[in-house]
Structure formats: structure tokens, C-alpha cells
């Protein structure tokens, strides 16, 4: 029983110093990018798989990129760059609190320091380097790791933190957050925040209109897609299953899709991998013409960048919905209905960086007022008793307030790469780990390569569902107070 009141007793210190001292990482779009992760997951695994050719020249990255494995467990490698100045980043792209995720961002970390010595550790949401290695010693191994766990599942610890209270390894952890910018990110959260179920009822309202609109309006073919559109964010039907549909309807309109590399070679790679027989690869009994297949399968595959793929994504829907689309009805109705998708992403946090840029791109298309106008007109001609609510301005008075969360998101990106040239140029490390969100990957890995950094991204696996309301108190707690 003593040994009992000693162990309570020391949970309940351990979790006091804890919240005193609690470590911030958001990250954004958890549910998309869980599906994305998942994709991503069986890209890299296929792509881990490809024969590594000779290198053309010696490696500059400290690490050669191609003997950097992460067991797929955890992830997976979605895309590596070679770099000129020596130095490598590995970033791992967050999955703000998801405990699977956070335990597998845990084990890659685990992995790069066991197998790459790879031990500094860069984070988004934090400013100081401050750390939980002083907690320690208060406890045995088993206690930390208990406490360390309940935390995470609580959405108070990433991974980063649980690994930090719960092993012994010796981790170098670096905020890389400008205070001052990260504040102001933070109190743009609390502003959008006071309205964003109210603005989320209404964008719900309009989404349900335009959907009935759709059924009136909509040829077969739209609906096809549209139909496919939604089973994709929803899960129903994988990454594969609705960019083959969107081939197909590609076909159907002599689509050329040639200029979207990316989407074009996982279509191919499809394709060939259901010729090629595996059995005869491995045991050498395969035909020439079949090796010369395989060999293609493999340098396709090696080439494929699954961080492009998605940026063309929507430029493909984009390039067949207009295909497929015949009167100005249709094409505004799409126009509509896809502002409507985005709006209700940016309000949940949902979003994704390539409708970020489509938003930025085309303002005009999101005319709350506008929306509403028309989805009217639509209901009274096709006689629909739809419900369009009379309150657009709460969209259109507090889109600059949603703009600037975002701006000021984006704004951040830079203070990283500085302040971990800094930390690592102070330190003499060559390499480091950047955890920060898949929102962040476009910028961070153009940052990067300008200033000529090696870098891996990887993905880790996610399987399971993010829990909404956690994901959102989880970041207005960690941002109510401001960073350490």
C-alpha cells in the first residue's frame, strides 16, 4: 500500500509540472489528411520496395537519402530532395491529436535516433527549448511511460513529449516558432472562433440546397463525379478508386491530363502492376518483355512525387468538371458548391494547402451573398422549397478574420527554417527532425530546397479517425495561453 501512495503520489506531481510547463504543436486538416496519409502510406511502402539505382554523384546530404528507412509501421517516406549545403531536415508531418499518430511519430523519431543518430528535434507550436528531462528522475520508467500515455491520449502530449517523459533517450528538442507571429496566428483562432458555428449552420444550409440543385441541374456524367467526389472525402471509395473514375471520365471527353504528371503516372503505374507477375520476377523465369515491364513499373513508381500528385489534384477536377459541364448553370453551380466545401474546411481547420491557393486565386467566387442569390433563383425556377438562410454576413463580414488565421499561419513558416538553421549552425548538427503540419510541407520543402537542405518527408500512419472536438479544444488550449 506505501508503494501504492508513493506511485499516486508521484503521478500527481509528474502531471502538475506537466501542465505548468505544456509543450504546443498544432497542425491543421486532420481528417483530409489522414486520408491522404493513408494513401500515402501505400505509395511509400510500394516505392521503399523499388530497387535503388547507383547515384550519379557523391551524396551531399550527411545521411545517404536512399539509406534512410522507416519501418512501415510507423510511415512512410513520401518524398526526398538532395540538397548542396550538407545539411539534412527530416520532417515529419504532424497529425495533431491522434493518438496513433502520435505514437507512430514517437517510433519514427525512435528510429532516426537508434539507426541514424539523428537526436535534435525542431518543433512547430513552441519557441524555447525548454523540455521534461528534469521529470525523470522523479519516477521509474513504467510511471512516465502511464502518465505520459494518458496525456497523449488527452490530447495534451504529441509524440514528441511522450518520448521525451518516457524514455531515456538524450533528445535536443527546439521550439521554432516566432512568439510574436505564432501569438497573433493564435488570437486570429479565438476571433474565428466566436462565429464559426454560427457560419457553419449557415454554410450546412447552403451545401444541402445546392446538393438538390445538383439532382435538377447536373447531367449524368456531373453527377457521376460529384457522387464520387463525396464518397472520396468521405472515405467510401480510396485514393485510387476515385482518381480512376476521374480518368475515366477523363477518356469518356478526350481529356488530355498529359500536363498532370503525377496523376498520369499513378494511373500508368495501376495499370502496369496488374501485368506483371511477381512470382516470375523473383525466381527469374520472367520473360524479357516482362522484366522490360517491370523495369518501367519500378522507374515510374521511384518517380511518382505523392506531394505533387496532390497539388494537381484538383487541377484535374477542375480541367474534367469543365469538360463535362454544358451551360453556364452547371459551371457556376460547381463554382458554388466548391467555395461552399472550402469555406466549411477553413472553418473547421480542415483544409488542405492546394484549396488554400484555389480560395486565394479566386476570391470573387466567394461572394456569401452571391451564393445565396442564386441557389434562390435556382429553387423558385425549378419550383424546390429549399431552405437558403437570409444570414450570409456572417460568412461575408468574418471572411477576412478566417483569411487572417491562415495568412498569419503562413507567415510563420519562414521563423522555422530560421530558427532551426539556428539552432542546428549553434549546435554544429548536420541533421535534424521538423515536426510541424502537412499544411506547412509546400512551403517548408520550397524553403528548404532554395536554401539548398537535403530533405525526407514522411508520413506517419493513420488509421483511425481524429476526434473533432478534441482536435479543436486542443489547440484553443494550447494557444490561449500563448508558447514557452
Not at 48 to 57: R, T, Y
Not at 115 to 126: C, D
Not at 370 to 383: N, Q, R, Y
Not at 419 to 437: F, Q
Amino acid at each position: 500500500m506505501k508503494n501504492l501512495n508513493t506511485r499516486v503520489k508521484v503521478f500527481g506531481f509528474l502531471l502538475v509540472a506537466v501542465n505548468i510547463v505544456i509543450l504546443s504543436q498544432p497542425s491543421y486538416a486532420e481528417t483530409i489528411w489522414e486520408k491522404r496519409q493513408k494513401a500515402s502510406q501505400g505509395i511509400g511502402e510500394k516505392q521503399e520496395s523499388v530497387e535503388s539505382a547507383p547515384a550519379k554523384e557523391k551524396s551531399t546530404s550527411p545521411i545517404p537519402l536512399d539509406e534512410i528507412m522507416i519501418p512501415n509501421q510507423y510511415g512512410s517516406i513520401i518524398e526526398t530532395h538532395e540538397g548542396t549545403n550538407g545539411k539534412l531536415i527530416v520532417h515529419i508531418q504532424d497529425a495533431h491529436a491522434n493518438y496513433e499518430a502520435q505514437k507512430n511519430i514517437a517510433g519514427i523519431i525512435e528510429t532516426l535516433i537508434n539507426n541514424y543518430n539523428i537526436n535534435l528535434v525542431l518543433m512547430e507550436g513552441k519557441a524555447t527549448d525548454r523540455d521534461f528531462k528534469y521529470l525523470r528522475y522523479r519516477a521509474p520508467l513504467d510511471v512516465r511511460k502511464d502518465i505520459a500515455d494518458n496525456l497523449l491520449k488527452e490530447g495534451i502530449f504529441n509524440g514528441v513529449n511522450y518520448l521525451d517523459l518516457a524514455s531515456s533517450y538524450p533528445l535536443l528538442i527546439q521550439g521554432v516558432e516566432d512568439k510574436n507571429l505564432y501569438d497573433i496566428n493564435g488570437v486570429a483562432l479565438w476571433d474565428m472562433d466566436r462565429f464559426k458555428d454560427q457560419a457553419l449552420e449557415y454554410v450546412t444550409k447552403l451545401m444541402s440546397a445546392a446538393d438538390s440543385i445538383k439532382a435538377k441541374v447536373y447531367n449524368p456524367d456531373l453527377l457521376k463525379l460529384d457522387k464520387a467526389k463525396k464518397d472520396y472525402e468521405n472515405e467510401s471509395i480510396d485514393l485510387l478508386s476515385y482518381y480512376k473514375i476521374l480518368f475515366d471520365s477523363a477518356v469518356k471527353k478526350s481529356v488530355d491530363i498529359e500536363e498532370f504528371r503525377n496523376f498520369a503516372a499513378l494511373i500508368k503505374i495501376n495499370e502496369v502492376e496488374q501485368k506483371i507477375d511477381t512470382a516470375k520476377i523473383r525466381n527469374g523465369t520472367a520473360t524479357d518483355e516482362q522484366k522490360k515491364t517491370y523495369d518501367e513499373y519500378q522507374a515510374a513508381l521511384k518517380d511518382l512525387n505523392i506531394n505533387k500528385l496532390f497539388a494537381e489534384e484538383p487541377l484535374v477536377e477542375s480541367k474534367i468538371q469543365q469538360a463535362l459541364s454544358e451551360n453556364n448553370d452547371q459551371k457556376r453551380l460547381y463554382k458554388i458548391f466548391k467555395a461552399l466545401s472550402i469555406t466549411e474546411k477553413m472553418l473547421a481547420i480542415k483544409i488542405v494547402p492546394e484549396e488554400y491557393n484555389y480560395f486565394l486565386e479566386n476570391k470573387k467566387d466567394f461572394d456569401a451573398k452571391a451564393w445565396a442569390d442564386f441557389l434562390k433563383e435556382k429553387s423558385a425556377e425549378l419550383g424546390l422549397s429549399l431552405d437558403i438562410p437570409g444570414n450570409f454576413y456572417i460568412i461575408s463580414d468574418n471572411m477576412p478574420l478566417i483569411e487572417k488565421f491562415y495568412s498569419s499561419a503562413i507567415d510563420r513558416e519562414e521563423a522555422f527554417l530560421k530558427k532551426s538553421k539556428d539552432r542546428m549552425d549553434k549546435d554544429k548538427i548536420s541533421s535534424g527532425i521538423l515536426i510541424a503540419g502537412g499544411f506547412h510541407t509546400p512551403t517548408l520543402t520550397k524553403l528548404l530546397n532554395d536554401s539548398g537542405y537535403s530533405y525526407i518527408v514522411i508520413s506517419p500512419k493513420v488509421t483511425t479517425k481524429t476526434d473533432d472536438n478534441l482536435y479543436r479544444e486542443t489547440l484553443k488550449r494550447q494557444w490561449a495561453p500563448g508558447i514557452e
